[in-house]
């Protein structure tokens, strides 16, 4: 892993540390502190930064809007850095309040879904084969339908790189490919829900590198 997008990585785990949702806050006063915190390091958004609430987290790429966040609402973040030319990408769901039960419901569903592609990572494997292991999770859950997008994809210069993890991709992993595992579950009228975290392929798994 080239040193720069390491940097890029502890760039954006920093400033998701220091990140603070609050009822009241538009959706664009988030994404307008974490540009700053980005050019405060000098950094650059890797892609446009995505801040998603309430019925709207339902969107896969739900760009920041003046919209306000509410009380007990879903927000899903989703932002990286773009540091001497390499970029990082995280992605994290909060929500203001106190979790219902159907939240902390999808919540443990998307992060044990995510846990289990994780566990799946390592050189030789297909992309389909990580992807299956967290499509496989949800499904069995009940929410297959929602899971609208393919599991991750390679990341480097550019924000989607090969190898892509799809239900149809073939193409074995290789030690030393970086990648992002992000499942997620989003249900239109009610709110969505993704984790996504970087890893480095080795020849035993995954080494984990956002968290």
């Known amino acids: 892993m080239k040193p720069t997008q390491l940097k890029a990585v502890k760039l954006t785990k ?20 974490i540009k700053s915190q980005l050019s405060r390091f000098g950094a650059h958004p890797a892609f446009r930064i995505i801040v998603a609430s309430g019925k709207r987290s339902a969107k896969p790429h739900g760009f920041a809007t003046n919209k306000k966040i509410g009380k007990g609402e879903l927000v899903v973040v989703d932002f990286g850095a773009l540091y001497k030319g390499y970029r990082s990408d ?20 998307v992060r044990e879904a995510q846990k289990r592609a994780i566990r799946a990572v390592r050189a030789g494997k297909e992309g389909q084969e990580v992807d299956k292991a967290a499509r496989d999770y949800i499904t069995q859950k009940g929410f297959g339908k929602y899971f609208l997008h393919s599991t991750g994809h390679g990341i480097g210069k550019k924000v ?8 149809k991709n073939q193409h074995l992993l290789k030690a030393g490919q970086v990648i992002t595992v ?5 249900i239109k009228g ?18 984990i590198l956002t968290l």
Do not use: C
Request: no cysteine.
């Open 14 to 33: 920093r400033i998701f540390r220091n990140l603070q949702i609050h009822e009241g806050q538009t959706e664009k006063e988030v994404a307008d502190w």
């Open 90 to 109: 995280i992605t994290r769901t909060f929500v203001t309040g106190k979790p219902t039960p159907r939240q902390r419901k999808i919540l443990g569903i």
């Open 160 to 167: 989607h790189e090969a190898p892509k993890l799809s239900r």
């Open 182 to 186: 992000e499942p997620g579950i989003y």
């Open 190 to 207: 009610w709110g969505g829900v993704r984790f996504e975290d970087m890893l480095e392929v080795t020849k035993t798994g995954g080494k």
